[in-house]
């Protein structure tokens, strides 16, 4: 038996699978713990594979928004690191913490129907509405 699994531009992946059943439990990797989530994170944001770390590439002065998505591995502890680790790093090269936003999207399910009746625009469902928080513009 042939299977073809689709990869887009690179085209499809045949495999050949033997007549035998096949039965599998297939897991990801399992996740860190918070202390080795902390230290993987400082270590990538201050020794990337390329390029300079992350507090060389902002200067005091800088506004910084931090988009993360909704769900992230683990439970909210997941989250507090990366956004720790993200605002330490950033504050290291100078952006007061002030000027540091998180933006967290909402869950999916809550965004309902990507297209409304006309096919341009996106309806926000109200349980997803009462979660937007809006910034008034400010001064500065």
Same mark, same amino acid.
């Given at each position: 038996?042939?299977?073809?699994?689709?990869?887009?531009?690179?085209?499809?992946?045949?495999? *050949?699978?033997?007549?035998? /059943?096949?039965?599998?439990?297939? #897991?990801?990797?399992?996740?860190?713990?918070?202390?080795?989530?902390?230290?993987?994170?400082? #270590?990538?944001?201050?020794?990337?594979?390329? %390029? /300079?770390?992350?507090?060389?590439?902002?200067?005091?002065?800088?506004?910084?928004?931090?988009?993360?998505?909704?769900?992230?591995?683990?439970?909210?502890?997941?989250?507090?690191?990366?956004?720790?680790?993200?605002?330490?790093?950033?504050?290291? %090269?100078?952006?007061?913490?002030?000027?540091?936003?998180?933006?967290?999207?909402?869950?999916? #399910?809550?965004? %309902?129907?990507? #297209?409304? *009746?006309?096919?341009?625009?996106? *309806?926000?469902?109200?349980?997803? *509405?009462?979660?937007?928080?809006?910034?008034?513009?400010?001064?500065?």
């Amino acid at each position: 038996m042939n299977i073809d699994l689709d990869y887009a531009a690179a085209g499809p992946l045949a495999l *050949a699978v033997g007549s035998a /059943p096949l039965l599998a439990n297939l #897991e990801g990797p399992a996740g860190l713990s918070p202390a080795a989530l902390a230290t993987a994170l400082a #270590e990538t944001l201050s020794q990337p594979l390329s %390029g /300079p770390p992350l507090r060389q590439h902002v200067v005091p002065g800088d506004r910084v928004v931090i988009a993360l998505p909704g769900l992230l591995p683990g439970d909210t502890t997941t989250l507090d690191l990366v956004v720790q680790g993200l605002t330490e790093s950033l504050a290291a %090269g100078g952006v007061d913490p002030s000027d540091i936003t998180v933006l967290v999207a909402p869950p999916l #399910e809550l965004l %309902g129907p990507k #297209e409304t *009746a006309d096919g341009k625009t996106v *309806a926000l469902p109200a349980a997803a *509405a009462q979660l937007i928080w809006f910034q008034p513009e400010s001064d500065d």
